[in-house]
């Protein structure tokens, strides 16, 4: 956007003798910059785009709408990082988000309402047990939420490492497992290890209900809702919180851009700098040192701290040179997972969609709407992606922000937002056609069509975002919205690497604060916050500005 | 009438086991068996009139510290050499694993034999850990057991001390899907498919499910023929197996009735006071071990009424349904296939193979070209007389328990895909056959008195393992009735034939009877 | 249970419009809002219901004086029916069931498998193999698990029946002149009467502790029924009243309520928040002689090893400042324990209270307990340490709750 990029200009001009350079103006990038500005130091943002947000971004792509282009729900960014930043003081508003729906193929939906007994009658014309079971199961997971949030704003230990600071990191989590019934232990272990269909399986009957609960259980992984580890998926997808209400989902107004240009308004108020189109080509590794970036337009930024919060990949298989790498760990880099597993369309329609099956009230349309009625459809769709197609029946999470925030979009015309799983990084193994985009793109129209007749001649533009789409504009390898799948094997202490979940790397003075770190992805701004705790533990400077994790009542 | 202190429910490996050694320390036991026969799935079975196969042909989970607990080799048995594992297919040269687990590769580059060596070594280790445990009671509801937590924290000492990058390794793998295991070292699609292969079979998980390697660890964590990762066929037959562990009993004083189905477990105020038979004799005892699916000890053999509602609803919703069928070929002539013997033919030639079978089974549908391995019997007494030369015991996987289109239209299609393969890698093998039948997993279950005829009697996976395993609560052998005990593949450390379970809850019945 | 085949799709979209309604009404509906000067609702279970229907106050002393009569019908209800329905219930609750009579109800709870509580209920033997269950939270999924293997019919009909408690000293007065005739009906039995429309059954029982009974009626008889009440009682002093007055005579019984008293298994999202039935005052209830129910050894096992942390107890405190919520310390500085219900005893003149507290401090050599109470006034707390005795519950015995037959007016 324009008037990002003249601002961008005038930083630059007036930067000098930067402490900490922060490779991408992604939300994580800006949240450690905030942070490591406010502790004194000089820092600079750079940005290969003409606009910031990386992935949390809203522009302009046809006149008057704006879009969430990527990310799209706002739940998991951590009120605390919104708090210390003084995020709503530079235009940050986080609203509450209504229930959503599935729709049936036998002509019906299931809605979720944020009132109790409407959510529970709702659940009840599908299987009375159900809905009341739905009690146990929310008082369940909500024991889980509670579990686990308190470890996303924290350093996670190496455990094979016996310096003090890991073994109290261990000795906490081992108190905090400890601190559980023996039976909430046992549940624990299980949830952590169980596929969201098997975990639903041992809760209810229907199943339209399971299909439902199931889709926080898959979105943004390489997996299926049969997958083991699925059922954690849901977790980290219900562990935000919206004002103290755990599990909440909620949309930032504006688009999810909002919370970026928030985020770099508070970065700009406290003295940091963001240079746009400025993309890095290497870091600059000098005696084993990084000492700076070097632009691709030749320029040099020296800094005895570089940041990248580009994914694991893109930091050390592109921007750095493997020479100054041990052997060991490119292989492990080169190992980590980060499949695309999703797409997106981005839809600006004329008018506001109907769903027959759906009275013209019912709040649910301001929700996040669905398609797949069954367990087994995605599961199925799964299936096409193992064999490098996209679904052929997709699993689709469409969201009208439009009717939350008007303003987005001219009166009476609507922006959708549809996420689109699964989508491959590569067809059958080969890079995706423009054909192929639209293939895609006609499949997921396909499907909404069929519930939304008259949709396909609303549309008065729209954006397909494939793997390959995402992978060019944002950078995110193979187009994979967490920066590294969430499996066992890349959570906690194993993300991104085992023995490098602190945030630094092999290279002295280079950090990583992406999302390919602790605790992971979604907008959540606690990879780049516990980052920049630790750069400032390294050059002991203070951080008495970030406030810890808050309590869990 | 013969009085008893304890009765066991089920003369599998497990039932016997724990039998032996409960007869051994003094008390007077009976094993009653449903069926006609001892051994459970371990046991022979008549699959066409006058030809016997064994369900169960290999042994991997049979250490030595098993055979000397009950003098196995005293009662007649004896491992048979290590059998190597070959790929089964037209295109030579076949990959050969032999000696155990692979201790040499033939068939592949050079660099992956290398790489497939550094594996094998890694995962046994990482197994050998887990299978520290196998001998181990879990931990009980009350989680107060500071011995069982002090050994978790000793075995994770002990293998930190072994270095930080493989204690680091092992808790980045732990729950890795073995498919990512395998590509991040392999290049060969077949070796790959073979790893995949073992990890997956018998469990309701696919190459790249994660915690995939589970299986493998499971398989691997055992040792046979004193070798870690080793398989052994043994000589006579998995029936001769059976037999010693029978006469082991018999020889500690126990007594085993065939035929005797147990119809249900008696129990008066929260104690057991023995069991009544199908045929109405009642047999009372202080202790009764039950060593079948907990499905059947739970949800059959004991009144509803005598459990609490969570506990019940838990057993019941354990996921038993397998999808692992038996096909038994009797052969006029023994088949001509590569490699050495004994062997294990595996066809699972690569992870995508195995996979496209895992995926229509999910749905109840029936893989076209499902993996399987196939193993050589040689003929008892009686199928030799009738002209068999070998017998074909081969496990066929990702065969659903709940066939959508049902298991009369899916067993012929099956059959058929299986035996395309066999003509392939030995040809002309379908004019030899004299016999042939195929089980689905419902009738296994059937036959066998296993409901869902699981080959661990229900899922082994990640969260049923250990103090999970079959429920939290009862994973330390003690049921919610006094008195009442339970072992068997369904409780820790699962199945494959070792009588581990059955000799952990003997030990703990000792253990906490000598405080009465 | 499975899935309801008779439930079509047609049949499900025809109930999608639940959602304009979220707030159901009672089939009194009518009648308590025309009555009603202000709009003090709260929900009750899905319910619209009164906290007030016109001044507390007044209406307490109906309760204490007159007669009282107050909307039940969203207390959850279910229909329990079949030939296994007595072992089933004995599986399910702490009371021996088989000791119940028909046409006679007892006062029981129910555990999960750790022995914590689910819920406190009355249930109703209405015939050899027929009960209703009342209780305040719903629990179809565990009573149908619990149900497994036994020959018995489980159907919630909250919505079905409507629900009316007549409480006070003049209500059997009422109910005779209404022609009910249960002058013979002693405490917790039950007797049905023909209605125009179909049937009336009445249960002597209630939530006040003073004489009351309680009517049940298919939902399309309630108006008539509340008429014909209304009728009878207009020379009697009969007043509508809500939940807050319905409260204080409820502490002043002793009684206690689920998820206020004592929070129960099924909603805790804190593990350790649970209670053992005798945690919570309800030791008595637990008939270990009967057949096995849910969570029997785990109680049995947890008095063994004496591992119970909870007392509920009465208290009487020093002032007449109504002390709910406060916390108690022992000998000032020590923290207890928390107030759960509290009021000034209009009846009594006490300041009464109901409190979970660590078991050790319900002992009398380690009872010396403090309430720290704050009183907001115009801005201002007014913070005050008083001292807060344990009593003996109910707190309030009347003998005309048990008087058979009750007297007349």
Known sequence: ?553 | MKSFDVAVIGAGHNGLAAAAMLAKSGRRVVVLEASARIGGLGGAVEFAPGFWGSLSPVLYRLPASVEKALDLGKHGFKHGGLASTVTLGADAPAITLSGAWGEQVSGVSAADAEAYAKLRNRLLKQAAVLGAFDSETPIGPDAADLGAKAKIARVAMGMRMSGADEFRQFLRMALMCVADVADEVLEDERLKGLIAYDATVGIRLGPRSPTSLLGLYHRLSGDSGGRQGGMTIPFGGMAAVMEAFASAARAAGADIRTASPVARIDVNAGTVTGVTLAGGETIACRTVLSATSPLVTFGRLLSGRELDAGFANSIKSLRNKGNVSKLFVALDRPPQFHGERPARHVHAPSIRVIEDSFNPQKYGQMPADPPFELFVEQPDAQSAKQGAAAILSISIANTPHDLKEGWDKGRHALTQAVMVRLEAASPGIGNHVLASALLSPVEIGDAFGVPGGHWHHHELQADRLYALRPVFGAANYRAPVDGLWHCGAGAHPGGGISGRSGLNAAREIIAAERGR | MNIDPAMTAAARIGRQDHFRTPQRLTPFHPRLAALMTGADWYDWAGYAAPSKIRDEELEYFAIRSTAALFDISPMVKYRIEGPGAVDFLNRLTLRDVRKLSPRRVHYTAWCDDEGQLLDDGTLFRLGEKLFRLCCQERHLPWLLDTADGFEVAIVEETDEIAGLALQGPTSAAILREAGFTISTMKPFDIATFPDENGEVLISRTGFTGDLGYELFAERSMALSLWERLWEAGRLRGIAAIGYSALNRARIEAGFILANADFVTSEKALRADRTRYPDEAGLDWMVDMAKPHFNGKRAIAAARAKGVMRYALVGMELEGNEPASMALLYHRKTREAGIITAATWSPTTKRNIAIASIERKYAEPANSELWAEIYALRELRYHKMMVRARIVERPFLRLARRTATPPADF
């Open chain 1, 1 to 553: 956007m324009s008037e990002t990029a003249s601002l961008a200009t005038q930083d630059a001009k007036s930067a000098t003798g930067f402490d900490v350079i922060v490779i991408g103006a992604g939300h994580n990038g800006l949240v450690a910059a905030c942070y490591m500005q406010r502790a004194g130091l000089n820092v600079a943002v750079v940005e290969k785009n003409d606009w910031i947000g990386g992935a949390a971004v809203s522009r302009e792509l046809h006149p008057g709408f704006l879009y969430s282009n990527c990310s799209y729900v706002c739940s998991l960014f951590r009120p605390e990082i919104m708090r210390d930043l003084e995020l709503p003081r530079h235009g940050l508003q986080v609203i509450a988000y209504e229930g959503g729906a599935v729709f049936t193929r036998d002509g019906d939906y299931l809605a979720s309402y944020r009132n109790h007994h409407a959510h529970r009658r709702e659940f009840a014309r599908f299987s009375p047990r159900d809905a009341e079971t739905y009690e146990r199961y929310s008082r369940d997971v909500t024991r889980q939420c509670r579990f686990v949030q308190p470890l996303l704003m924290r350093t996670a230990p190496d455990p094979a490492s016996f310096k003090p600071r890991d073994i109290g990191e261990l000795l906490y989590l081992a108190r905090k497992f400890g601190g559980l019934t023996p039976s909430e232990m046992a549940q624990t272990a299980r949830f952590w290890t169980m596929s969201i269909s098997d975990f639903l399986d041992e809760y209810f009957e229907s199943d339209v209900i399971k299909a439902y609960l199931a889709i926080s259980g898959i979105i943004g992984t390489a997996l299926g809702p049969m997958s083991p580890g699925t059922a954690y998926v849901l977790l980290h997808h219900y562990m935000g919180e919206v004002d103290g209400n755990v599990g909440a989902w909620g949309y930032a107004r504006g688009g999810m851009g909002a919370i970026t240009k928030a985020l770099a308004s508070s970065l700009r108020a406290s003295g940091g700098t963001i240079l746009t189109e400025a993309e890095v080509d290497k870091v600059i590794v000098e005696r084993g040192r990084a000492t700076g970036v070097a632009l691709a337009n030749g320029d040099e930024l020296r800094a005895r701290t570089i940041v990248s919060n580009a994914d694991v990949k893109r930091t050390f298989l592109k921007l750095v040179n493997l020479a100054d790498l041990p052997e060991t760990f490119v292989s492990q880099v080169k190992n980590f997972k980060m499949r695309g597993s999703s797409g997106k369309l981005n839809i600006a329609l004329d008018s506001l969609p109907e769903f027959p099956a759906m009275p013209a009230d019912c709040p649910s349309i301001r929700g996040d709407l669905h398609f797949t009625d069954s367990v087994e459809r995605m599961e199925r769709a799964y299936d096409d992606w193992k064999a490098g197609r996209w679904s052929a029946d997709p699993f689709v999470d469409m969201m009208i922000p439009t009717t939350l925030d008007p303003t987005m979009a001219p009166p009476g015309k609507h922006f959708v937002s549809c996420f689109v799983q699964y989508c491959p990084p590569k067809v059958e193994g080969r890079d995706w056609t423009d054909a192929d985009r639209d293939g895609f793109a006609k499949t997921v129209v396909d499907q909404i069509s069929e519930y939304s007749p008259g949709f396909r001649e609303r549309i008065l533009h729209m954006e397909v975002r494939t793997p390959r789409e995402i992978e060019e504009e944002v950078g995110l390898t193979e187009g994979n919205i967490f920066q590294g799948e969430l499996t066992f094997d890349q959570l906690l202490f194993n993300r991104p690497i085992p023995a490098y979940a602190q945030y630094r790397s092999p290279v002295p003075g280079l950090y990583m604060c992406g999302s390919s770190t602790h605790p992971g992805g979604g907008v959540m701004g606690a990879p780049g916050r516990n980052a920049a705790f630790e750069i400032l533990r390294d050059l002991h400077k203070p951080s008495g500005h970030m406030s810890p994790a808050h309590e869990v009542f």
